[in-house]
T-cell receptor
Framework: SQKIEQNSEALNIQEGKTATLTCNYTNYSPAYLQWYRQDPGRGPVFLLLIRENEKEKRKERLKVTFDTTLKQSLFHITASQPADSATYLCALDIYGGATNKLIFGTGTLLAVQP | EPEVTQTPSHQVTQMGQEVILRCVPI?????FYWYRQILGQKVEFLVSFYNNEISEKSEIFDDQFSVERPDGSNFTLKIRSTKLEDSAMYFC?????????FGPGTRLTVL
């Protein structure tokens, strides 16, 4: 069956450390993988997109990697801050076309302690 | 910065009633979507819409659901006869290409 799994329901880290979130998928071959942030009661907010032919993408303190052989993406937040506390969602875009759906994982709740 | 807006923020309805959820996508976007999130669960795709027609829909999007872009700015989701299990947060999203921009959501409560 097709699955998207994100590591542990909650991740607690100390301010200033690097948070690493994992997204594993089975029986999908996504063209793109996207990461979103979701705060309680709010809609997802786009963070980063990585294509199947890309290994790594960076944006400010964020870094994402994509290993299509392992069927895994890692999402890193360096120098984490309490304001980074939120739920982080990975989403697969199977066809890479704008008309197509995103398939979301269940999310990882990140709590950054001051 | 342009953003997707949704109204109402909270809708309470009786089972069997029709509801219309409204969205104003970002003005130069061409692709529109509805997703839902049942409390404590993951965000689920409902439907995508482009060039005034449905591009793709999920198995959730049955005959009780319909979408419309009536006037070139609004994008609506109609549920004809609501069920208890339709209670969820409904998110509209729009896109020009790859990343999708989500609205703040409408919380639908079916009693």
């Amino acid at each position: 069956s097709q699955k998207i799994e994100q590591n542990s329901e909650a991740l607690n880290i100390q301010e200033g450390k690097t948070a690493t979130l994992t997204c594993n998928y089975t029986n999908y071959s996504p063209a793109y993988l996207q990461w979103y942030r979701q705060d309680p009661g709010r809609g997802p907010v786009f963070l980063l997109l990585i294509r199947e032919n890309e290994k790594e993408k960076r944006k400010e303190r964020l870094k994402v990697t994509f290993d299509t052989t392992l069927k895994q993406s890692l999402f890193h937040i360096t120098a984490s801050q309490p304001a980074d506390s939120a739920t982080y969602l990975c989403a697969l875009d199977i066809y890479g076309g704008a008309t197509n759906k995103l398939i979301f994982g269940t999310g990882t709740l990140l709590a950054v302690q001051p | 910065e342009p953003e997707v807006t949704q109204t109402p923020s909270h809708q309470v309805t009786q089972m069997g009633q029709e509801v219309i959820l409204r969205c104003v996508p970002i003005s130069n976007h061409l692709y529109f979507y509805w997703y839902r999130q049942i409390l404590g669960q993951k965000v689920e795709f409902l439907v995508s819409f482009y060039n005034n027609e449905i591009s793709e829909k999920s198995e959730i999007f049955d005959d009780q659901f319909s979408v419309e872009r009536p006037d070139g700015s609004n994008f609506t989701l109609k549920i004809r006869s609501t069920k208890l299990e339709d209670s969820a947060m409904y998110f509209c999203a729009s896109s020009r290409g790859e990343e999708q921009f989500f609205g703040p959501g409408t919380r639908l409560t079916v009693l």
